[in-house]
């Protein structure tokens, strides 16, 4: 192998290594919030929010409601874990390959971020409830 070679081999396990770290404790981060939900469901004998109920108005309302130890507010945290796990994917993806120069593939992968990305903004713009 020639000194090339190893080097993007060592560096392609790099980012494996951190890709893997990021996904791992995104998916530990949303069990612990959706678990603390769950208990606090329990404990407080109140019922499971509708998808439609987790939405919150302000960064306030929501600070105030996980302060609160509310349920909602831990539910919402792990969905929101949930789905930036593998957005944070896909934005390491477009770093990985633009180190290795390998522009189709930042093309491809930063067309995906951007449908990702209208999408959010698409529903927060429109407040379009799935539940």
């Known amino acids: 192998m020639a000194i090339d070679e190893k080097q993007l081999k060592a560096e392609t396990q790099d980012i494996n290594k951190i890709v893997s770290i990021i996904l791992a404790t995104g ?10 939900g769950l208990i606090l ?33 831990f539910l919402y945290l792990g969905t929101i874990f949930l789905i930036l796990t593998p957005v944070s994917r896909v934005i390491i993806s477009i770093f990985a390959f633009k180190k290795e120069k390998d522009y189709k593939y930042v093309g491809v992968t930063t067309v995906v971020f951007l449908i990702i990305l209208i999408s959010v903004l698409i529903g927060s713009i429109f407040k379009i409830n799935v539940g």
Request: charged fraction near 5%; proline fraction near 2%; charge should be positive.
């Open 41 to 73: 469901v329990f404990v407080r004998g109140t019922h499971i929010p509708k998808l439609s109920q987790q939405y919150f108005h302000s960064f306030g309302g929501f600070f105030t409601s996980l302060f609160g130890l509310h349920a909602r507010a």
């Open 27 to 36: 998916m530990y981060a949303t069990i612990f919030f959706y678990l603390i």
